[in-house]
């Protein structure tokens, strides 16, 4: 690529970067400083950018806390890399002289080019018809700037291709330095995320609780799988550690074995039914590559292998159910331990002479890695697996999978009114607004909007019509940092142009999705009325907020609106300390829009996604985008058999994990999740990434 381009790309980038950061909520924040930090290092090495990109992605994640969820931190790191790395072109590496950069196989790059195509034509028909820009296009799923939201995901991929291909080098060895170490970072740190969640709320060894843990990922504000998503994809990249030789191994599998855990502990209290398959058929992906390695009786090693987990599986839970944790470990002690001495003496018997003393023998550490890691997966899973939450979960399948069958069938009737949509799609993020519009149910989705009237703004709720399930009410939320056994004034305006409506107010230890220990405001109900109406509320906040600043708790308030056909409007909410005074709220006044509010549909998630991503990518992109998108799959994943079966055992690690990704997207929407599409579609990239072509050399 001629350097002309690049530093055009480079300064639109910069000049996006400091637009957004004109307006982007940055108070209280340490956004800035990583920033610089990020800009800093990859000035300094551009290529740490494949290393510290799949880091900072899915964990920096601040739309809780700022409101913005169209321009996000992801977007902001986005605009850093490519400004710099397009900018020093040349220092990421090879494109000319003797050695080559990576390259696409033709058949990849064809797909790729059709999916752009699809793209293009997705953007456009998702905006139409392209309203001017008002206080509800940028935080509001039902605005046609969904579009952008959504399609954001694909155009940065793309932007990523050329550094992508640079830095893997002409030997890919980029990708094994720099993408993998980076992207099992970044599940380090959502698997940290997801443990500590599951401390602060039921609680680490509680499994009968119906708490579904989010982590980082804040569009799981309205359900979704995007922690799912993340872990599928991510997991199975565990295996480079075991299978690999290039990632220097043998430190790199004893580090991996506590991530092991962690991922595997995480991966099961999702309780994603989905997700289990997806590790499941990535298991069995890696255990068929072992096999090409087992030597001449691959199906007695593999029984043997069966045989033994099964065994202790099954001792291990029958000691579990009868003695606990107690019993557990006892069991997974002693069978390390006759392992290891089982191990040692084999080997040292084999490696001697007929007739010799038997010498001493260095450990094994291949299979002292697996047997660990056997150990650590049956550890895990038992005490999750025997839950009462996990057996609920499984019996209810069948009445789920019915249910996502009729939401199936209704996301194809609202394509029947667009003739073009069967070829082109409806458009990029347009499933939430044709949702509200065209249900066949006739549901009525919960919502909200900014209003301007008299150069004064407000927030509307609208309150929701659902026949299925509970909590269906839209929360907005703003984070507070509250003291404990703290006495605070509520405050707020409101005014009531339709039915009898009720205003919850509270104040809540939340995450996310499901609030706890919440301290209420008396119900009111608010009559028909043209005037505003002023509330006011002493509430304590009890036990909120107590504990370290280290392990607080998050705090938000929540404003929700219950009632038939029930529309209010809300302005001038305040929350002070009765005693000092001190103002908690930011933007209480809506007067900056969504800045500082989030909101957050808690269990009836249907009207916000599609819930399979064959039928997401037709919905949006048509038969010309699935088409696409299926050729790239096939394509890459045909390409990765082949290596596989050759015996490349890295080919079979990419395999396993492009497998549980799309397992997963059996059942959920997975690419109307900006971060997760891109990182899905940088790895389906990098798998198919072969060796660059070098120039003169010898035969």
Not at 110 to 123: D, E, K, P, Q, T
Not at 191 to 218: I, K, M
Request: with cysteine; charged share 15%.
């Amino acid at each position: 690529m001629r350097a002309w381009p690049c530093h055009v790309v480079s300064m639109l980038a910069g000049a996006g970067l400091v637009a957004t950061l004109t307006d982007f909520p940055l108070e209280r924040s340490w956004l800035g400083l990583i920033l610089l930090g990020y800009g800093a290092a990859l000035c300094w090495r551009p290529r740490l950018w494949l290393l510290l990109l799949p880091a900072l992605l899915p964990t920096l994640d601040l739309a809780p806390v700022t409101g913005w969820f169209f321009i996000d931190e992801s977007d902001l790191l986005l605009m850093v890399t490519v400004m710099v790395c397009y900018a020093s072109t040349p220092r990421l590496g090879p494109a000319g002289g003797r050695e080559q950069a990576a390259r696409l196989p033709a058949g990849v790059m064809f797909w790729l080019c059709l999916l752009a195509l699809g793209w293009a034509i997705g953007i456009w028909r998702g905006g139409r018809p392209w309203p001017p820009p008002d206080v509800n296009g940028f935080n509001n799923y039902l605005s046609p700037y969904n579009a952008l939201r959504v399609g954001k995901a694909w155009g940065w991929a793309m932007l990523l291709w050329m550094p992508l291909r640079r830095t893997a080098g002409a030997q890919l060895e980029g990708l094994f330095r720099y993408l993998v170490p980076g992207m099992l970072a970044g599940l380090a740190l959502v698997t940290l995320a997801d443990v500590r969640e599951r401390a602060w709320f039921p609680g680490l060894t509680n499994f009968a609780s119906d708490y579904r843990t989010t982590a980082p990922f804040s569009a799981m504000h309205t359900g979704g799988a995007a922690l799912d998503g993340y872990l599928a994809l991510c997991a199975p990249l565990l295996a480079f550690a075991f299978m690999s030789e290039r990632l220097g191994v043998g430190r790199a599998r004893w580090l991996s074995l506590p991530l092991l855990a962690g991922t595997v502990y995480v991966s099961l209290t999702t309780f994603s039914r989905g997700l289990y398959l997806a590790l499941a058929l990535a298991l069995l992906i890696l255990l068929a590559a072992q096999l090409r390695r087992a030597g001449p009786r691959p199906t007695l090693v593999l029984g043997t292998a069966v045989a033994a987990v099964g065994a202790l599986a099954y001792v291990c839970q029958r000691a579990f159910l009868s003695y606990g944790y107690r019993g557990l470990g006892t069991t997974l002690a002693a069978a390390a331990g006759g392992a290891l001495l089982h191990s040692y003496a084999t080997l040292a018997r084999a490696r001697a002479p007929a007739g010799a003393p038997v010498p001493p023998a260095t450990w094994p550490s291949v299979q002292l890695g697996h047997l660990f890691a056997g150990l650590l997966l049956i550890g895990v899973s038992v005490p999750i697996c025997n839950s009462y939450y996990v057996m609920e979960r499984f019996s209810s399948s069948v009445g789920d999978l019915r249910l996502r069958a009729v939401h199936w069938r209704h996301t194809l009737l609202m394509m029947e009114a667009d003739p073009v949509a069967p070829w082109l799609g409806m458009g990029l993020g347009t499933f939430p607004a044709t949702y509200y519009w065209h249900n066949p149910g006739r549901e009525q989705p919960p919502s909200y909007r900014y209003i301007d009237e008299h150069n004064n703004r407000y927030l509307q709720l609208s309150a929701s019509a659902f026949t299925h399930g509970y909590g269906e009410r839209l929360r907005m939320l703003q984070r507070v940092d509250v003291r404990p056994q703290t006495p605070y004034l509520v405050e707020l305006d409101v005014r009531n142009p339709g039915p009898p409506a009720y205003l919850h107010i509270n104040l809540c230890a939340r995450l996310l999705l499901y609030p706890e220990r919440c301290t209420a405001t008396p119900l009111p109900m608010l009559a028909h009325g043209d005037t505003w109406r002023h509330l006011r509320f002493l509430v304590n906040s009890t036990l909120l907020g107590q504990g370290p600043p280290y392990w607080r708790v998050p705090v938000q308030l929540e404003l929700s609106l219950e009632g038939q056909d029930a529309r209010l409007e809300v302005d001038n909410v305040s929350v002070r300390d009765a005693i000092t005074e001190h103002e908690l709220l930011r933007n209480g006044a809506f007067t900056d829009g969504n800045d500082y509010w989030f909101f957050s549909s808690d269990r009836y998630h249907l009207p916000w996604h599609i819930k399979n991503i064959a039928l997401n990518l037709y919905f949006e992109l048509g038969a010309l985008g699935l088409t696409a998108y299926a050729g790239l799959l096939l394509t890459v994943v045909t390409g990765l058999l082949r290596r596989m079966l050759m015996g490349e055992r890295e080919a079979a690690v990419w395999l396993a994990s492009l497998a549980a990704f799309h397992a997963v997207g059996l059942f959920d929407s997975l690419l109307d999740v900006p971060r997760i599409a891109l990182l899905s579609m940088l790895l389906l990239c990098a798998a198919a990434l072969r060796p660059g072509r070098t120039k003169g050399a010898s035969a």
